[in-house]
């Protein structure tokens, strides 16, 4: 098990799966394999891979700026994670893996290593089962919505909700359990602000399996983020994880 689990963890694990990658496989199709992507619309492929892409230059720059926050000095990684982010650069996706691949070499993968040791632990690994069940979830919450007979308007919202996970389980490999924390979030608002709308789809089994996908979002996340986070915006996003669940358990009855 690695030492501790933060940005410089995830990014050297993505770049340690992608390092022995055939130079003339088509980037895009390498980083859509490591994102999980799906998509046989090569425009909606490269949108999604450039969101992913953009996600990891921002851990990039977390990494940076935590180093920089504990005192190490800049020339000690700096050029690592330039090379990172070259690595990342979404104008040579449409290339062969040769291009991205030439920036990821072994001092880069040592430095990722020596950071992920010196910055703290974050969280605990998501199993994979629970990563999986929630797919499961959103994919049977989703072939009932193309069954339902609800009006158009709730089932909009509740399909807002299930691309909203969706996205958390795709950006969780780059930005760890800070994917799921900011898609309870932002379910609090949207729940909040469509009352009216789960009152009138009040005891349909589309609320009801919505409910238990957000019950076991929270579970999940309360498994493994550390306690010592457990503060301040943390914790209010908990306690909102809660209000969501609690608030949508009222229509499915």
Not at 208 to 236: A, C, Y
Request: hydrophobic share 40%; net charge negative; charged share 30%.
């Amino acid at each position: 098990m690695p030492k501790n689990i933060n940005p410089a963890y995830r990014v050297r694990e993505i770049l340690n799966s992608v390092k022995t990658k055939q130079d003339k496989t088509p980037a895009l199709e390498v980083w859509a394999e490591v994102f999980a992507i799906d998509e046989s619309d090569q425009n909606k492929k490269y949108v999604s891979i450039s969101r992913c892409l953009a996600d990891l230059h921002d851990e990039v720059e977390l990494i940076r700026s935590e180093m920089l926050k504990f005192g190490y000095s800049e020339n000690l990684y700096s050029s690592s994670l330039k090379k990172c982010n070259a690595a990342f650069a979404i104008q040579i996706i449409t290339g062969q893996w040769q291009g991205p691949k030439q920036h990821i070499t072994p001092e880069v993968l040592v430095a990722l290593g020596f950071c992920s040791e010196i910055l703290p632990n974050e969280e605990d690994l998501i199993d994979k089962a629970d990563l999986d069940e929630l797919r499961k979830m959103a994919a049977d919450l989703r072939e009932c919505l193309a069954k339902s007979t609800l009006a158009p308007y709730a089932k909009n919202i509740i399909e807002k909700h299930l691309n909203k996970i969706d996205e958390a389980l795709l950006k969780y490999r780059i930005t760890g359990v800070k994917a799921l924390e900011d898609v309870m979030q932002s379910a609090y608002g949207e729940v909040i602000a469509s009352e009216a709308v789960f009152e009138e789809s009040k005891g349909s089994k589309e609320i009801g399996k919505l409910s238990v996908m957000w019950q076991k979002t929270k579970s999940v996340l309360d498994g493994v983020v550390d306690t010592n986070k457990r503060i301040g915006g943390i914790q209010g996003m908990a306690e909102k994880g809660q209000k969501v669940i609690d608030f949508i358990e009222n229509f499915t009855v």
